[in-house]
Protein backbone atom coordinates (compact mmCIF):
# COMPACT_ATOMS: atom_id res chain seq x y z
CA UNK A 1 0.00 0.00 0.00
CA UNK A 2 1.30 3.83 -0.87
CA UNK A 3 1.77 5.43 2.61
CA UNK A 4 -0.12 8.40 0.93
CA UNK A 5 -3.35 6.09 1.55
CA UNK A 6 -2.63 6.42 5.10
CA UNK A 7 -1.49 9.84 4.83
CA UNK A 8 -1.20 12.55 8.22
CA UNK A 9 -4.56 13.83 6.57
CA UNK A 10 -6.38 10.57 7.22
CA UNK A 11 -6.02 11.06 11.50
CA UNK A 12 -9.50 12.38 12.66
CA UNK A 13 -9.11 15.81 13.81
CA UNK A 14 -5.16 17.66 13.56
CA UNK A 15 -2.13 15.89 12.30
CA UNK A 16 -0.08 16.83 15.17
CA UNK A 17 -3.07 15.17 17.58
CA UNK A 18 -1.43 11.80 16.70
CA UNK A 19 2.41 12.25 16.96
CA UNK A 20 4.79 9.99 17.36
CA UNK A 21 5.42 10.34 20.86
CA UNK A 22 1.21 10.55 21.58
CA UNK A 23 1.16 7.73 19.33
CA UNK A 24 3.94 5.41 21.26
CA UNK A 25 2.79 6.77 24.80
CA UNK A 26 -0.74 5.71 24.08
CA UNK A 27 -0.46 2.54 22.98
CA UNK A 28 2.37 1.58 25.12
CA UNK A 29 -0.12 2.58 27.96
CA UNK A 30 -2.94 0.10 26.29
CA UNK A 31 -0.43 -2.64 25.90
CA UNK A 32 0.72 -2.64 29.54
CA UNK A 33 -3.10 -2.96 30.57
CA UNK A 34 -3.51 -5.27 27.52
CA UNK A 35 -0.21 -7.47 29.44
CA UNK A 36 -2.16 -6.69 33.05
CA UNK A 37 -5.51 -8.22 32.22
CA UNK A 38 -4.39 -11.12 29.99
CA UNK A 39 -1.92 -12.11 32.81
CA UNK A 40 -4.36 -12.19 35.28
CA UNK A 41 -6.37 -13.72 33.02
CA UNK A 42 -4.21 -16.63 32.32
CA UNK A 43 -3.86 -17.24 35.97
CA UNK A 44 -7.30 -17.60 36.57
CA UNK A 45 -7.66 -19.50 33.94
CA UNK A 46 -4.88 -22.23 34.70
CA UNK A 47 -6.54 -25.27 36.32
CA UNK A 48 -9.32 -25.01 33.90
CA UNK A 49 -7.02 -25.31 30.99
CA UNK A 50 -5.48 -28.29 32.97
CA UNK A 51 -8.59 -30.25 33.42
CA UNK A 52 -9.77 -29.56 29.66
CA UNK A 53 -6.53 -31.15 28.40
CA UNK A 54 -6.93 -33.90 30.21
CA UNK A 55 -10.87 -34.37 28.61
CA UNK A 56 -9.53 -34.29 25.22
CA UNK A 57 -8.22 -37.47 25.07
CA UNK A 58 -12.03 -38.60 26.19
CA UNK A 59 -13.12 -36.56 22.97
CA UNK A 60 -12.44 -37.84 19.28
CA UNK A 61 -12.38 -34.65 16.92
CA UNK A 62 -11.86 -34.74 13.28
CA UNK A 63 -8.21 -35.41 12.09
CA UNK A 64 -7.81 -32.43 10.03
CA UNK A 65 -9.31 -29.87 12.32
CA UNK A 66 -7.24 -31.32 15.25
CA UNK A 67 -4.00 -30.78 12.54
CA UNK A 68 -4.89 -27.39 11.85
CA UNK A 69 -5.81 -26.28 15.72
CA UNK A 70 -2.16 -27.89 16.30
CA UNK A 71 -0.49 -25.94 13.68
CA UNK A 72 -1.72 -22.75 14.99
CA UNK A 73 -0.82 -23.47 18.56
CA UNK A 74 2.67 -24.25 17.22
CA UNK A 75 2.58 -20.68 15.53
CA UNK A 76 1.51 -18.87 18.54
CA UNK A 77 4.14 -20.72 20.64
CA UNK A 78 6.53 -19.70 18.51
CA UNK A 79 6.21 -16.20 20.00
CA UNK A 80 6.59 -17.25 23.44
CA UNK A 81 10.42 -16.39 24.40
CA UNK A 82 10.17 -16.77 28.12
CA UNK A 83 12.15 -13.85 28.57
CA UNK A 84 10.87 -10.47 29.41
CA UNK A 85 11.98 -6.89 27.73
CA UNK A 86 14.86 -5.58 29.66
CA UNK A 87 13.34 -1.60 29.15
CA UNK A 88 9.33 -1.14 29.37
CA UNK A 89 7.17 -1.16 26.50
CA UNK A 90 7.31 2.61 25.67
CA UNK A 91 10.95 2.63 24.92
CA UNK A 92 10.71 -0.30 23.16
CA UNK A 93 8.43 1.16 21.09
CA UNK A 94 10.34 4.16 20.72
CA UNK A 95 12.96 2.42 19.49
CA UNK A 96 11.34 1.79 16.22
CA UNK A 97 10.46 5.15 15.45
CA UNK A 98 14.42 6.47 16.41
CA UNK A 99 16.11 3.83 14.35
CA UNK A 100 13.55 2.26 11.55
CA UNK A 101 11.65 5.95 11.43
CA UNK A 102 8.68 3.95 11.75
CA UNK A 103 5.74 6.33 11.59
CA UNK A 104 2.63 6.95 13.29
CA UNK A 105 0.27 5.36 10.19
CA UNK A 106 2.71 2.10 11.27
CA UNK A 107 1.85 2.21 14.78
CA UNK A 108 -1.99 2.46 14.43
CA UNK A 109 -1.91 -0.39 11.90
CA UNK A 110 0.26 -2.61 14.14
CA UNK A 111 -2.00 -2.10 16.69
CA UNK A 112 -5.23 -3.00 14.33
CA UNK A 113 -3.40 -6.59 13.61
CA UNK A 114 -3.12 -7.07 17.15
CA UNK A 115 -6.41 -6.86 17.89
CA UNK A 116 -7.36 -8.79 14.73
CA UNK A 117 -4.89 -11.67 16.31
CA UNK A 118 -6.75 -11.49 19.86
CA UNK A 119 -10.01 -11.91 17.95
CA UNK A 120 -9.10 -14.97 15.62
CA UNK A 121 -9.12 -18.36 15.94
CA UNK A 122 -5.99 -18.84 17.74
CA UNK A 123 -6.99 -16.05 20.37
CA UNK A 124 -3.81 -14.60 20.47
CA UNK A 125 -2.72 -12.55 23.49
CA UNK A 126 -0.01 -10.45 24.49
CA UNK A 127 1.99 -10.79 27.53
CA UNK A 128 5.15 -10.27 28.60
CA UNK A 129 6.85 -13.44 27.54
CA UNK A 130 5.62 -12.78 23.71
CA UNK A 131 5.57 -8.99 24.06
CA UNK A 132 9.14 -8.77 22.21
CA UNK A 133 8.62 -11.32 19.48
CA UNK A 134 5.09 -10.00 18.83
CA UNK A 135 5.60 -6.48 18.66
CA UNK A 136 8.38 -6.36 16.60
CA UNK A 137 6.66 -8.89 14.08
CA UNK A 138 3.29 -6.72 13.56
CA UNK A 139 5.08 -3.04 13.48
CA UNK A 140 7.52 -4.98 10.50
CA UNK A 141 4.22 -6.49 8.75
CA UNK A 142 2.69 -3.12 9.10
CA UNK A 143 6.01 -0.97 8.31
CA UNK A 144 5.63 -3.40 4.66
CA UNK A 145 1.75 -2.51 4.30
CA UNK A 146 1.75 1.45 5.45
CA UNK A 147 5.42 2.36 3.61
CA UNK A 148 6.53 2.42 0.20
CA UNK A 149 10.16 1.42 0.99
CA UNK A 150 11.31 0.08 4.36
CA UNK A 151 14.42 -1.08 6.18
CA UNK A 152 15.28 -4.72 5.41
CA UNK A 153 14.15 -7.67 8.09
CA UNK A 154 17.93 -7.71 9.43
CA UNK A 155 17.53 -3.54 10.50
CA UNK A 156 13.86 -4.25 12.35
CA UNK A 157 15.70 -7.91 13.60
CA UNK A 158 18.68 -5.79 14.80
CA UNK A 159 16.36 -2.62 16.56
CA UNK A 160 13.95 -5.59 17.97
CA UNK A 161 16.86 -7.31 19.39
CA UNK A 162 16.17 -10.60 17.23
CA UNK A 163 18.11 -12.84 14.87
CA UNK A 164 17.30 -12.28 11.70
CA UNK A 165 16.67 -15.68 10.22
CA UNK A 166 13.97 -15.86 13.61
CA UNK A 167 12.41 -12.50 12.76
CA UNK A 168 11.73 -13.95 9.04
CA UNK A 169 9.92 -17.26 10.74
CA UNK A 170 8.03 -15.28 13.11
CA UNK A 171 6.61 -13.05 10.44
CA UNK A 172 5.23 -16.01 8.35
CA UNK A 173 3.83 -17.34 11.36
CA UNK A 174 2.66 -14.17 12.37
CA UNK A 175 0.94 -13.99 8.39
CA UNK A 176 -1.06 -17.03 8.91
CA UNK A 177 -2.34 -16.68 11.93
CA UNK A 178 -3.71 -13.34 10.87
CA UNK A 179 -5.13 -15.03 7.70
CA UNK A 180 -3.08 -13.26 5.48
CA UNK A 181 -6.07 -9.99 6.47
CA UNK A 182 -3.67 -7.26 5.88
CA UNK A 183 -5.68 -4.55 4.48
CA UNK A 184 -6.31 -1.57 6.87
CA UNK A 185 -9.07 0.79 4.59
CA UNK A 186 -9.33 4.25 5.76
CA UNK A 187 -12.42 4.51 7.57
CA UNK A 188 -10.93 1.43 10.17
CA UNK A 189 -7.57 3.36 10.26
CA UNK A 190 -9.47 6.20 11.50
CA UNK A 191 -11.89 4.22 13.53
CA UNK A 192 -8.62 3.36 15.99
CA UNK A 193 -7.22 6.08 15.43
CA UNK A 194 -10.01 7.96 17.22
CA UNK A 195 -9.63 4.86 20.50
CA UNK A 196 -6.55 6.15 20.46
CA UNK A 197 -7.73 9.57 20.78
CA UNK A 198 -10.02 9.06 23.45
CA UNK A 199 -7.28 7.25 25.01
CA UNK A 200 -5.45 10.61 25.14
CA UNK A 201 -8.04 12.63 26.27
CA UNK A 202 -9.78 10.11 29.21
CA UNK A 203 -6.19 10.16 30.24
CA UNK A 204 -5.92 6.34 32.43
CA UNK A 205 -9.83 6.05 31.61
CA UNK A 206 -9.29 2.89 29.20
CA UNK A 207 -11.96 1.72 26.83
CA UNK A 208 -11.32 -1.06 24.86
CA UNK A 209 -12.86 -1.84 21.57
CA UNK A 210 -15.89 -4.37 21.58
CA UNK A 211 -15.73 -5.05 18.13
CA UNK A 212 -13.69 -5.63 15.78
CA UNK A 213 -13.32 -3.05 12.72
CA UNK A 214 -13.58 -4.10 9.20
CA UNK A 215 -14.03 -2.92 5.82
CA UNK A 216 -16.79 -3.10 3.90
CA UNK A 217 -15.32 -5.24 1.56
CA UNK A 218 -14.42 -7.71 4.31
CA UNK A 219 -17.58 -7.79 5.75
CA UNK A 220 -18.99 -9.13 2.33
CA UNK A 221 -16.73 -11.76 1.93
CA UNK A 222 -16.99 -12.80 5.48
CA UNK A 223 -20.72 -13.31 5.04
CA UNK A 224 -21.05 -16.36 3.11
CA UNK A 225 -18.23 -18.03 6.11
CA UNK A 226 -20.54 -17.28 8.36
CA UNK A 227 -23.23 -19.00 6.66
CA UNK A 228 -21.24 -21.85 5.57
CA UNK A 229 -20.18 -22.21 9.74
CA UNK A 230 -24.03 -21.95 10.42
CA UNK A 231 -24.98 -24.31 8.79
CA UNK A 232 -22.58 -26.55 9.43
Known amino acids: MAASELSPDAFPGTSTA ?13 LERHIAR ?7 ASREDREAASDCGDNEDDS ?8 RRRRVRAFDSGTVLDMSLRAFLERFSRYAHVSPQVYVVAY ?3 DRLRRGDAG ?20 KFVEDRNYSNSHFAAVGGLAAAELGALELDFLFLVQFRLSVCTSVFQSYCRHLE ?35
Open 18 to 30: LSPPVVISVLASI
Open 38 to 44: NERAMAA
Open 64 to 71: SSSAAAAT
Open 112 to 114: AYL
Open 124 to 143: VRVVRANAQRLLTTAILVAS
Open 198 to 232: REVSHGAGYRRLEKPLVCAGEARAQRPQHRQAAAA
